[in-house]
């Protein structure tokens, strides 16, 4: 794989392939956990090519797949998929729910509805939910 090409997540294997993620300078530098792991499945779709510098080497079962089990997998996982929704592999996650809407645009972050949920001031929106955002680590 070309240095900055992101690996699809229909690889057999794509739970040990190492994507390339070019990642926005904001969370190189503030290392926004959920929203970098949103990110890498929002851009995980679609190939993109970025110099080696501005790459981060993000892995689903390493990286991004902890976060979901942490806060959304009582809710969003294979024995309970609230709106049938599942976040506990990739490919589900790129699913979407039963709600008609793809939570993950890929390669547009700022269209996820996964990531409005997570970054809504609306506390009834807001997931997880309960009585405070995620933090940022």
């Known amino acids: 794989m070309p240095p900055g090409v992101i690996a699809g997540t229909t690889h057999p294997r ?4 190492v994507c390339r993620v ?3 300078p904001a969370f190189a530098v503030a290392g926004n956990a959920v929203l970098m ?4 499945l929002v851009l995980s779709a679609v190939p993109a090519v970025c110099s080696a510098e501005d790459t981060v080497d993000i892995e689903f ?3 991004v797949r ?3 089990m942490q806060h959304c997998i009582d809710c969003h996982g294979p024995e309970t ?3 049938a929704l599942r976040l506990d592999s990739a490919k589900a ?3 979407g729910g039963d709600s008609g809407e793809t939570v993950i645009s890929p390669g547009n972050a700022s269209g996820s509805h ?3 949920r997570l970054t809504t001031t609306d506390a009834e929106l807001r997931m997880p939910p309960g009585d405070e955002p995620l933090s940022d680590d």
């Open 93 to 95: 996650a790129l699913q």
């Open 81 to 83: 998929a609230e709106s």
């Open 114 to 116: 996964l990531i409005e």
């Open 37 to 40: 792991a949103v990110s890498f």
């Open 61 to 63: 079962d390493r990286d």
């Open 66 to 68: 902890p976060i979901f």
């Open 14 to 17: 794509s739970a040990h392939v």
């Open 22 to 24: 070019a990642v926005p």
